[in-house]
């Protein structure tokens, strides 16, 4: 009865069903030899018609029946059956049909053998078009907090500190085309997705323009944390995600980001290296409290690393992700990502002792001690 | 960043909405230039010049510089403004082009002045520097209430729309080509900042309120009475008495006679009433009155 329930809620439909099948399949066959095979099957209740409606006729014309065409994921070495990643359920019709020689392929039952094989590349496009429409949600605070940084500095420096002006006064338009670029990507991908969902919009919604904007912050404590700390990290995971692309596409993109990344991450410590030295007591703590702040709350949350959201929310774009690796579209594996951020804490950890500010280890389920 | 106000920006639109907006973003991307490399320095020579044409040219690049600074803040308060408030994709995508375009225009204009001889980083007469301020720009694009719609007529119309008008009817005189090539650089992309300007107001005049037609109404007449006719952008038309020395208010006169930019009083008795009677009747049509202007030397305009 419960599961009758279930299947009668309007909330549930066939397609999701199977799409979440077939995402869940398709990430168990990350770093796996799959075959994938199909097939169709008849549903047949002769003798069983009862008071059974909506059904059509089965392969013999007059018992009530439906039919399927599973997709199913096999593990080559194994020989084990992963589960399904699509299926085509129909009713054939009572009424004649025409001749089946002079109907077009997509008329035709036998069109499901090239929806199967379709299905396998839908699967992959779904997941690489998640992944980049998550580059694109990670990209777009960089728009406001970069206008914020270049506010605060007209604000706070007058007529000084003209070079940094005229760099940020760059950036928003920077970090707007790499926005529009993973957009782009998505959308070629098969549509950009513009709800993360709950989990993911939370990780993602930080409050950086706020930040950069306090007057209460030392703005080096803001150059630290958005640009020395999460800045490096997010051009090393992009370096680390350009190293593993295979895709000629995504190689550009990621080359081409990167390239103006190098720049954000340089002018940071630039900076940081002619001001810090001059910073007095207080303002350096404000300065080791923005840095812990930016590693605990917002990097640690999830807002780069989709490994580190709270589980029963990640799943299935870390599935997206881990396919999107495999496949060389512009992801890199959790354990790679792993390693690149506790290369960055280790890297952004040396470049902080140069003016004696510490960055405390930190322990986390996912990541260990880094 | 527990302490800030949470933001929402999800769901993320970022398909374009306004057409012709996300056009002149595109347009943007491949028309950037950068100030070291295409202008013609070297045909700048600013030996040839009497000392009094080029300490006028000085002031005027500089004074122009002071002016593309103001925008460097102003521009970005708009596009945080527009992200704060969700506005649409489109013009958070060509805000951000502007604001980079604003920072080139301010280092050309710089470096100009530097090649002349030397940028002044201030008037020499500190009070003018009322004149040539944001005019509390950056306060008015923070201010929830003051509406959109009214910065968009006041600054990114009507300010920017006089600037053009200035430089299209006086780049002809600019017989320098190091100084003709800058300003034909600047003109190219505020013609883009302006159609912006009016598109977005065009596509919005639908749903303006009788609220929003007297913000608009407000906004631009300070414009033009408390910074244009303060000397904002040419120290003539400052009312008389001002705060500026005699060489500063001469300064756009000499240069532009030396074909090295600015305009001369002639050109702003021509120019100033025409893009009043201009924009009077752009903004008619959204039910925008906007009144007529006194002004010691150009009259009743």
């Known amino acids: 009865m419960a599961v009758h329930r279930f299947l009668s809620s309007p909330y549930v439909s066939v397609e999701a069903i199977l799409s979440t099948l077939g995402a869940r399949t398709a990430a168990q066959c990350v770093g796996r030899d799959i075959l994938v095979v199909q097939d169709t099957t008849e549903i047949n209740f002769a003798g069983r018609e009862g008071k059974r409606r909506g059904f059509g006729p089965a392969g013999n014309g007059e018992a009530l029946g439906f039919f399927i065409h599973p997709v199913i994921a096999v593990d080559v070495e194994e020989e084990a059956v992963i589960g399904p990643v699509h299926a085509a359920i129909w009713t054939r019709s009572w009424e004649q049909k025409e001749a089946r020689k002079s109907r077009p392929l997509e008329e035709k039952e036998s069109m499901r053998w090239v929806d199967g094989c379709q299905a396998s590349f839908d699967i992959l496009r779904e997941a690489a078009r998640l992944v980049w429409s998550r580059r694109a949600w990670g990209a777009y605070p960089g728009l406001a907090e970069n206008t914020a940084l270049l506010i605060r500095f007209c604000l706070e420096s007058g007529a000084a500190g003209m070079d940094a002006k005229l760099f940020l006064s760059f950036r928003p338009a920077e970090e707007a085309k790499h926005l529009e670029a993973c957009f782009l990507f998505a959308k070629r991908l098969g549509g950009y997705e513009s709800d993360p969902g709950e989990a993911v919009a939370r990780a993602s919604n930080h409050p950086f323009a706020q930040m950069a904007l306090d007057p209460d912050l030392p703005v080096e404590a803001v150059v630290a944390a958005l640009g020395g700390l999460d800045d490096q990290l997010d051009l090393n995971l992009c370096l680390s995600h350009l190293q593993r692309s295979r895709d000629e596409a995504a190689r550009q993109v990621l080359r081409l980001i990167a390239g103006d990344k190098q720049r954000h991450v340089l002018f940071a410590w630039t900076l940081l290296a002619d001001r810090m030295p001059r910073l007095d007591a207080t303002s350096r703590a404000a300065v080791t409290e923005a840095l812990r702040d930016m590693l605990e709350r917002v990097i640690l949350a999830g807002y780069r690393n989709t490994w580190l959201l709270p589980a029963g929310a990640r799943e299935p774009l870390l599935a997206a992700e881990a396919l999107t690796a495999e496949h060389g579209l512009g992801a890199s594996t959790v354990a790679q990502e792993k390693a690149v951020v506790r290369a960055t804490l280790a890297q952004v950890r040396e470049r902080l002792a140069t003016w004696a500010i510490t960055l405390a280890p930190v322990n986390h389920p996912e990541l260990g001690r880094a | ?301």
């Open chain 2, 1 to 301: 960043m527990s302490t800030y106000l949470s933001e929402t920006r999800y769901p993320l639109e970022l398909a374009p909405a306004m057409p012709d907006v996300w056009e002149l973003w595109q347009r943007a991307k491949t028309l950037e230039w950068d100030p070291e490399m295409d202008i013609p320095w070297e045909e700048l020579h600013p030996e040839r010049y009497p000392e009094e044409q080029i300490m006028a040219a000085r002031l005027h690049w500089s004074r122009r510089t002071w002016g593309e600074y103001g925008a460097i803040s102003e521009s970005p308060a708009l596009l945080l403004r527009f992200c704060l408030e969700n506005r649409l994709p489109d013009l958070r995508f060509f805000f951000t082009m502007r604001t980079q375009e604003e920072g080139r225009h301010a280092e050309a204009s710089w470096l100009m002045a530097e090649r002349l001889g030397g940028y002044f980083p201030q008037p020499q007469n500190p009070p003018t520097a009322t004149a040539v301020g944001t005019h509390g720009v950056r306060r008015m694009a923070f201010d929830p209430d003051t509406s959109l719609e009214g910065i968009f007529a006041s600054l990114v119309c009507a300010a920017e729309e006089i600037l053009i008008d200035a430089f299209k009817a006086t780049v002809h005189k600019a017989t320098n080509p190091a100084v003709r090539r800058l300003m034909e650089l600047i003109l190219r992309d505020e013609v883009r900042h302006i159609a912006f300007g009016w598109q977005c107001l065009d596509a919005w005049a639908p749903t303006f309120t009788p609220e929003t037609v007297r913000n608009i109404e407000r906004a631009v007449t300070q414009m033009i009475q408390n910074v244009e006719f303060n000397g904002y952008r040419n120290l003539w038309l400052a009312i008389e008495g001002g705060t500026a020395t005699p060489l500063e208010i001469d300064a756009d006169r000499v240069a532009c006679e030396a074909g090295l930019g600015g305009t001369t009083p002639e050109d702003e008795m021509r120019i100033v009433p025409q893009f009043i009677k201009k924009i009077r009747a752009r903004m008619a049509p959204w039910g925008v009155n906007l009144p007529m202007f006194d002004h010691p030397k150009l009259g009743k305009v």
